[in-house]
């Protein structure tokens, strides 16, 4: 038996890891995750002006290309569970999962992590510090509805719509197109053609995906373990320092990649089940224990406000106004690539999930069926921080301020309901299980980046990008905590936006040969004179 084949046998595993690498795409997204860790522990200082330059690139040159491309994606996404391109499938084959699962894979993996570390502290700061889209002044009961509003534009549709489009993107031409792969660069199949998706530009759209999935996820890793952290410390007084940071972060990346090994039937669909239902529970426990009937009238307004401005919001770029624009880079710019970071991993994952499924369903269980579970967290939970604070039942004014970590904000609230230790052990069970769901399926999916696009990668190839996860994370939070993680996630999603653009038009190209024309009829043209008509069959008979 060929080392390969000896999937038993160490050779053989280590025969199998070798065999499906994709030498290109792994060498080069090794190689600059590996550079960047190792010139952290040579020179911090230098990593640190080094991000902090290249988000300084971002902000003030490429904010407004990051607004107008993603209402461009949502804008299609809605055409496509509206419109006639929503019946077209992914494969001939009947799908692999009921749909509860695959919501519920597709959420907990796709952004479910953030869900839950901004849910209870977002809105604080919009309660403070309004948009200055809306003339609303800070610590006001108006400035309450506005701040429920902005939060739910952030975590409702458009940051979902970027991962749905990859998703798409990949799916739909890895199961219609015997020679085109499962991976991020498959998404650009229309315009760069099947036989050049081994060719150069193809390489680097897939090693921008590795690194750009190494900067987002490790950005979401470090954003949870960090709350789960100042959990301890709030809580329990338990101090780490940088040291334990790396332990419990260890820690966590050992979870996950077990969870990872016993694949996505044992083990994330099991855990994404988990989570989501534990997720509602807390949810509506937060309803009935909360101001439930602020908590409905101020979901109603904020709901419908989004709505009402959701193409202003969009577009807003401050322009003209005093502080507006470091605000929307503060603010909407940094979800908008924090998101377009994680749009490779999520996309390739999404497609993983959907064989059988119509575009219709994945498009609208990625911004719709998400966002409908994602509104009433944010409305109960964060809803809840803003009417407690205003009342003065809790002081979250050390966040606003910046004087704590926002990571605090979910233990200050919970600690001011009936059983708070409850609900506390509760949170940081979510924290940690959406953690892990989100990291095994993100290594999943560079394993399959860096392996031509097989769905089922070898082990060795899933704890190496494991183990570089999870070190990423922590030194992420050591260099500089939420901040540090912020500039990462701007620096590596800002280039994706014109991924996911570029993704887009290929599918629009692609449906209209294979649905039906949007605007204009087959034999309609756009300049000069029309073609002859020939006579129609009526006429031949009438001729006759």
């Not at 050049?196 to 897939?206: E, Q, R, S, T, Y």
Request: with cysteine.
């Amino acid at each position: 038996m060929s080392d390969v084949d000896g999937a038993g046998e160490p050779d053989g595993a280590i025969g199998r890891f070798r065999e499906e690498l994709d030498p290109v795409v792994f060498l080069f997204g090794a190689g600059l995750t590996i550079g960047l860790i190792l010139l952290y522990f040579l020179d911090p200082g230098l990593v640190q002006r080094g991000i902090a330059a290249g988000e300084t690139v971002m902000y003030s040159y490429l904010n407004w290309a990051l607004l107008v491309i993603v209402f461009l994606v949502v804008t299609f996404l809605v055409y496509l569970i509206l419109g006639p391109w929503g019946r077209l499938r992914f494969g001939d084959e009947s799908p692999e999962y009921s749909f509860f699962s695959f919501f519920a894979m597709l959420y907990s993996a796709g952004f479910a992590a953030g869900v839950v570390f901004w849910g209870p502290t977002e809105a604080l700061f919009y309660y403070a510090n309004p948009s200055p889209l809306f003339d609303v002044e800070g610590g006001t009961a108006e400035a309450m509805t506005i701040a429920i509003q902005q939060t739910l534009f952030h975590w409702a549709v458009p940051q979902l719509a970027v991962f749905t489009i990859m998703g798409i993107g990949i799916g739909y031409y890895a199961y219609n197109y015997e020679d085109v792969p499962l991976r991020v660069s498959s998404a650009l199949t229309p315009l760069l053609g099947r036989k050049n998706l081994d060719g150069p530009i193809a390489k680097v759209v897939d090693v921008m995906a590795v690194f750009a999935t190494i900067g987002g996820v490790a950005t979401s890793l470090g954003f949870i373990g960090s709350q789960f952290i100042e959990g301890l410390q709030y809580q329990w007084g338990i101090d780490l320092g940088t040291t334990g940071i790396i332990l419990v972060v260890t820690a966590m990346t050992l979870a996950f990649t077990i969870s990872m090994v016993l694949g996505v039937d044992r083990g994330i669909r099991r855990l994404s089940n988990f989570n989501m239902i534990l997720f509602v529970i807390l949810m509506v426990a937060t309803l009935i224990v909360g101001p439930t009937a602020f908590l409905v009238l101020v979901g109603t307004q904020a709901l419908g406000g989004m709505f009402n401005d959701f193409v202003a919001m969009s577009l807003f770029t401050g322009a003209g106004v005093d502080g507006g624009t470091t605000w929307m880079n503060s603010w909407t710019v940094f979800y908008w690539a924090w998101a377009l970071s994680w749009s490779p991993f999520a996309g390739l994952f999404i497609a993983r999930i959907s064989k059988g499924r119509t575009v219709r369903e994945v498009a609208f269980t990625g911004i719709a069926a998400t966002s409908a579970a994602s509104i009433p967290w944010f409305i109960f939970v964060g809803g809840t921080a803003v009417w407690s604070h205003h009342n003065g039942i809790a002081d979250f004014g050390a966040v606003i301020a910046g004087e704590a970590g926002a990571e605090v904000s979910g233990f200050i609230l919970f600690e001011t309901f009936p059983l708070g230790t409850v609900f506390i052990l509760a949170f940081m069970i979510l924290v940690t299980t959406f953690f892990i769901t989100s990291a095994d399926s993100s290594t999943l999916a560079v394993s399959m980046m860096t392996t031509g696009g097989k769905a089922e990668p070898s082990n060795i190839n899933r704890v190496f990008w494991g183990v570089l996860l999870g070190m990423m994370a922590a030194i992420l939070m050591t260099l500089g905590g939420v901040n540090a993680l912020q500039s990462a996630a701007i620096i590596t999603g800002t280039p994706f936006a014109f991924v996911c653009l570029f993704t887009m038009i290929g599918l629009i190209r692609e449906f209209v040969s294979d649905g039906s024309r949007v605007l204009l009829q087959e034999d309609s043209w756009l300049f000069g004179a029309g073609p002859k008509n020939e006579p129609s069959a009526a006429e031949l008979s009438d001729d006759d």
